[in-house]
């Protein structure tokens, strides 16, 4: 099992669906602007006749309110699936945070905190030569399976 990069792997999804739940409220908020505006300014581009014709299409009110329905539930999907993956994320937190050993504590501090080993050492309370040294007898593949 390789749970350093699985974590990883999880924090990136969370990155991901931070980035999906962003865009789908900054295009409810395009289609709410859409609908103060009223339908004149409403067009779009027909696709489905020659370029350069110069012919624009309005879009419908019940169009634009029927795509911020089906957004709105997505966005919501989304934020359950976010939120679900937070709490995934803080568990496995609690159970790295509680590894015993002062390798498994070297591990999750340089590869899940990104710390530096003067840094490590310093909370730890060892010397940074110590502390270099067990960094490198774990090395990153040992640490991968904690």
Not at 106 to 129: K, P
């Amino acid at each position: 099992m390789n749970c350093i990069d699985n974590y990883k792997d999880l924090c990136a999804d969370i990155d991901v669906h931070k980035c999906i739940i962003e865009d789908i409220e900054n295009e409810l908020i395009q289609l709410q602007k859409l609908l103060l505006r009223g339908p004149k300014e409403i067009t779009g581009i027909d696709y489905s006749r020659e370029p350069g014709s110069g012919q624009v299409i309005h879009i419908s009110m019940d169009r634009i309110l029927d795509r911020m329905n089906r957004i709105g539930v997505r966005l919501e999907v989304e934020k359950k699936i976010l939120e679900s993956k937070f709490e995934t994320r803080k568990k496995i937190d609690e159970v790295l945070k509680g590894l015993t050993g002062l390798d498994a504590k070297v591990a999750y501090m340089r590869d899940i905190q990104e710390r530096s080993l003067q840094e490590i050492s310093d909370e730890l309370g060892y010397s940074y030569n110590w502390i270099s040294k067990i960094s490198s007898r774990i090395g990153k593949n040992k640490a991968k399976h904690i």
